[in-house]
């Protein structure tokens, strides 16, 4: 995979992993903390990428299961028990972001990706 | 019993219907009972301990005591306008006006009383009303109108609301009253010089010690003034009556039944008529064992139930007199009785505090054992909900220290927590304080809504409210629920108190706020969907006067808000977008109407006229806002705030400019208002109307401030709502000039802003904070807090600082790279957004949602299904 954006990358890359390897996403400074990205993946789907206050990188599905739109990157998080999660912006239900599953409905969940922040870029020229 | 019964009720007033409420709960309605009701007035029973506030801008329909469904759900028959004529008690037959008939098996007579007018001259000139029906108000008001100056004969409760109404209809205000003092029946001559001064002071001219002699009237028949019984005169152009009332038993004299002396059907405990079992008397009609006639609702309620139990052939304690004990506020004054308020009992003591200059006075009649019998309290009733309770027992602390003012006389305050269990705490519904315990005890209520429900406690005068939330959240408390009023699992505090840290230590951040004012367990996480957008909203809010970034998108604060909020646009189903540019007032020219319609065909967006006079788009992607704001701004548009928690529109109707009936400029004042507040963050959305006369047409009434034109200024209703629990708006002040509305409504917005609970719209606002619309008139128009200054001054930095966001945000490169669908694709569009045709134009493509078979685009740009 080749990195193609044309972003200042201060403090690394944040990638995530798909079935075809690491993706690419964009620099940390990219991302607000608390803030959402949505990420198209390789295969046409989409990924919803979040940085916690400690800097942590989060990545699940973009698809809200309960109305199908691909919105859950635009939803504001939070932590409950320790826990970063993310709550819908339709209809609020709240997804852990570490597993996917939804706090408020045992019975649906969402897929987690792995994620990593790449060394400096300057490192590898 | 062969067939169902019919039980026939004469009179439907507050006794009349609560007899028929009396009736459901025993189960003695529907299909247990044939149940007719005659009814002389043409509308059921309203609220007439409330009839004033019909000038205060309740409406007859907001007076109503009478459910939607509760005539249908329980199968009475209610003839309205059809009063009873006649009853033939051998045929047990009652014949109404209409000529309408009914046989009964029990008869109801709650025909309550009429106004005493007094044999004077010329009482029946043409401008002389009496004080008693929705009917006489209205009479009232359209005759005011046209005059300019109002006696009223009887300085009793009645008499001196009655002049109240009169002073609000903006006329020269006398009272006269023939005892040497104000309310002679309720208080002591203390109390009345103290009630005299308060009420002189408000410009109503008070005659004592006097009557009327004759009523003067001009060629023309129309009330010109009255002589008095001292030889002097007053000039006047109507006269209100209010000398009392006298029991309405003429029915009951006709068929024979037994009344006293001095009127009143004389029943027996069970309210059954002296003279034939078959028929009852209740309310003020109705002379009781005791021998007394009572005019009050709470005791006429009491009988109202023994007659129900009796008739359901329930057990019965039955009614042997009641307490007339009284909490009224007349003309703002607070004035209290209770029990024996003029120390009548043989070797009491009174214990009196009189403050002339505040207009304060207070009485306790003490027994020689040291029991409370009774008191007056004129000027300041606070105490009143403790008293009443404790009449009839040896006080726990000191008489004068419950009379004395807070500060002067140590602990004065033993709440209702000192009271024991048999003590009414609301004397409307006679409801006990171990009622109310029992109702959250054992009924599990646990907020005092659902005890109000449950108990009927607090529902009637609503003066005992305050001891009622007491009690509730002791009893709560001591069953170990404890009420947390935090604002989420993140803060202890509620939004009030946020919105007060954030003011006063000037915080600016969310992350500060949460690691100094967080709950222990919080401080290190990552906050909650609750509180950040609540945060963000105070920051919001308070941003110029903290020195913040007005920008709701700047830093830390982007975080902080809803997607709507962080796109400055309406979140759809299916993730795209709607956009409602500001058109303030409605008003709007042909040529900013093509750009809107230009824009929409261009980007393909579905349109749609909105309730507030406005024009949304629907149907944008993230990435095309930035393109179609760039041409709404070019064209001269702003951002419209649909998204936020802050003003979305001043409606209008076009007034008088335009339109035959208008008396103000409602466009105008509209556009306004609207430019004035635009931007303004609040706890929820702010909407709001300005009506060019008092037909309403922009519904203002419904708004959470509405602007009613009149032909002497401006009326402001504050907290009205449409939606699930809609609610009609308040009158809080009057007449205003242009200048005195705005600052009246920069105060109110910014005291409800500082208050309210999140996502609380003003009306929930209203009805939760203490004190309700006097409190907030208290403190917006009378600034009892000292407040107004600051408010004003915050709304001041609002006003300064507006700019609109829209503008800002096409202007700078950083603020507009967040509108890209994707963050590693910033030029590819979200194929998950579709269309579908409908009615000419589109609608979501639900179907590419709902399935798991998803369009794909992939990074190489190949769109494949």
Redesign the interface.
């Known amino acids: 995979m080749t990195e193609t954006?044309e972003r200042p990358l201060t403090t690394g890359t944040i990638e995530l992993r798909t079935d075809r390897g690491w993706?690419?996403?964009?620099a940390p400074s990219?991302l607000?903390?608390?803030?959402g990205?949505?990420?198209?993946?390789?295969?046409?789907?989409?990924a919803a990428?979040f940085l916690?206050?400690a800097g942590r990188p989060y990545a699940i599905g973009n698809?809200d299961p309960f109305?199908?739109?691909?919105?859950l990157s635009?939803?504001?998080?939070?932590?409950?028990d320790?826990r970063?999660y993310v709550?819908s912006?339709?209809l609020?239900q709240?997804f852990d972001l570490e597993t996917g599953a939804c706090l408020d409905d045992a019975s649906v969940s969402v897929p987690v990706y792995e994620t990593r922040v790449a060394p400096e870029a300057a490192a590898a020229a | 019993m062969t067939a169902t019964p019919t039980i026939v009720l004469i009179g439907h007033g507050m006794v009349g219907q609560r007899f028929l409420e009396a009736l459901a709960d025993r189960g003695m309605t529907g299909d247990a009972a044939r149940v007719v009701v005659l009814c002389e007035e043409p509308r059921p029973a309203y609220d007439r301990v409330q009839l004033t506030s019909y000038f205060s801008g309740r409406t007859p329909e907001d007076l109503s005591l009478v459910e939607a469904d509760f005539i249908e759900k329980h199968g009475i028959e209610l003839r309205l306008g059809d009063p009873a004529e006649t009853v033939d008690r051998a045929t047990r037959t009652v014949t109404a006006r209409s000529g309408f008939t009914v046989q009964y098996d029990q008869l109801v007579l709650a025909t309550g009383s009429y106004p005493f007018v007094p044999p004077v001259p010329g009482k029946d000139s043409a401008g002389c009303f009496v004080y008693r029906t929705i009917e006489d108000l209205l009479e009232i008001e359209e005759y005011a109108k046209n005059v300019s100056s109002g006696s009223v004969v009887g300085g009793g409760l009645l008499g001196l609301e009655a002049a109240g109404a009169l002073k609000g209809l903006g006329l020269d205000t006398h009272v006269v009253e023939f005892a040497p003092r104000l309310m002679p029946v309720q208080v002591d001559d203390g109390g009345g010089e103290a009630l005299r001064r308060t009420i002189e002071d408000m410009g109503v001219t008070v005659h004592t010690g006097v009557g009327g002699k004759e009523i003067t009237a001009g060629e023309d028949g129309a009330v010109t003034g009255m002589e008095l019984s001292d030889g002097s005169r007053i000039d006047t152009d109507m006269v209100i009556f209010s000398a009392g009332v006298r029991p309405r038993d003429q029915l009951a004299r006709e068929c024979g039944l037994e009344v006293g002396e001095r009127g009143g059907i004389k029943v027996d405990e069970q309210c059954r008529t002296a003279t034939d079992p078959a028929v009852f008397a209740i309310g003020e009609c109705a002379l009781a064992v005791d021998g007394r006639v009572y005019g009050l609702v709470a005791p006429g309620y009491e009988m109202a139930e023994t007659a129900a139990s009796a008739i359901a052939a329930q057990e019965t304690a039955g009614f042997t007199g009641a307490d007339t004990s009284t909490k009224l506020k007349l003309l703002g004054v607070d004035v209290a009785s209770f029990g024996d308020a003029h120390g009548n009992a043989e070797g009491c003591l009174d214990v009196v505090y009189a403050d002339s200059r505040s207009g304060v006075y207070k009485k306790l009649v003490i027994g020689q054992d040291g029991t409370l019998l009774g008191g007056v309290l004129v000027g300041d009733a606070e105490a009143y909900g403790t008293l009443r309770p404790l009449t009839g027992s040896v006080p726990p602390v000191s008489p004068e220290q419950l009379v004395l003012p807070a500060g002067a006389g140590g602990p004065v305050s033993i709440g209702p927590s000192a009271l024991p269990d048999e003590a009414v705490i609301c004397n409307c519904h006679n409801v006990t304080k171990g009622t109310i315990r029992a109702a959250v005890t054992e009924h599990s209520c646990g907020t005092v809504p659902e005890v109000k429900k449950c108990t009927k406690a607090g529902t009637g005068c609503g003066s005992c409210v305050k001891a009622l939330t007491t009690l509730v959240n002791d009893e709560l408390e001591l069953n170990g629920i404890t009420v947390d009023k935090g604002l989420c699992?993140?803060f202890p505090h509620t939004r009030a108190e946020l919105y007060e840290i954030v003011r006063t230590l000037r915080l600016t951040s969310y992350?500060d706020l949460l690691a100094s004012h967080g709950r222990e367990e919080?401080k290190d996480?990552?906050?909650?969907?609750v509180c950040?957008?609540a945060i963000g909203s105070i920051i919001a809010s308070l941003a110029p006067t903290l020195g913040a970034s007005g920008y709701v998108l700047d830093g830390?604060q982007?975080?902080?808000q809803?997607?709507?909020d962080?796109?400055l646009a309406n979140?759809q189903?299916?993730?795209s977008y709607s956009i409602v540019p500001r058109i303030p007032g409605g008003e709007i020219t042909p040529e900013k109407l093509i750009v809107i319609g230009e824009v929409a065909r261009d980007f393909g967006l579905y349109t749609k006229i909105t309730g507030g006079q406005r024009i949304d788009m629907f149907g944008a992607r993230v990435d095309q806002l930035p393109r179609i704001w760039a041409r709404l701004v070019d064209a001269g548009f702003e951002s419209g705030h649909a998204y936020g928690k802050a003003l979305r529109t001043v409606k209008s109707c076009v007034g008088q400019t335009w339109c035959r009936y208008g008396v103000q400029d409602s466009v105008r004042m509209a556009i306004d208002l609207e430019l004035r507040y635009r931007g303004l963050r609040s706890p929820h959305k702010l909407k709001s109307a300005v009506s060019g006369c008092a037909r309403e047409c922009a519904e203002a009434r419904g708004k959470d401030f509405g602007v009613i034109a009149t032909s002497n200024g401006w009326n402001l209703y504050v907290g009205g709502n449409g939606g699930a629990d809609p609610r009609h708006a308040d009158l809080l002040a009057q007449d205003l000039s242009d200048a005195e509305l705005v600052r009246l409504i920069d105060r109110f917005l910014m005291f409800y802003i500082r208050t309210a609970d999140r996502l609380e719209r003003t009306s929930a606002w209203l009805e939760r904070i203490e004190g309700g619309l006097d409190h907030v008139r208290d403190v917006v128009v009378h600034d009892s807090l000292g407040l107004c200054d600051e408010l004003e001054a915050l709304m001041a930095d609002h006003v300064a600082h507006y700019r609109d966001e829209w503008a800002e945000t096409l202007d700078d490169p950083e603020r507009l790279a967040r509108f890209v669908?994707?963050?590693?694709?910033p030029d590819?569009p979200?194929?998950?957004v579709r269309f579908v045709p409908e009615r000419d134009q589109m609608k979501p493509d639900?179907d590419?949602?709902?399935g798991p078979t998803?369009?794909?685009?992939?990074?190489e740009g190949t769109v494949?299904r």
């Open positions: 954006l993706l690419a996403v964009c990219g607000v903390p608390g803030r990205v949505a990420v198209l993946l390789p295969d046409g789907g989409q990428v916690d206050r698809r109305t199908g739109a691909y919105v635009r939803g504001l998080t939070g932590s409950a320790g970063p709550a912006p339709l609020k709240r | 699992g993140c992350e919080a996480g990552d906050g909650c969907e950040k957008p830390e982007a975080a902080l809803d997607t709507n962080h796109f979140l189903r299916n993730g669908s994707f963050v590693n694709a590819a979200d194929p998950s639900l590419l949602l709902a998803l369009p794909v685009r992939t990074l494949a």
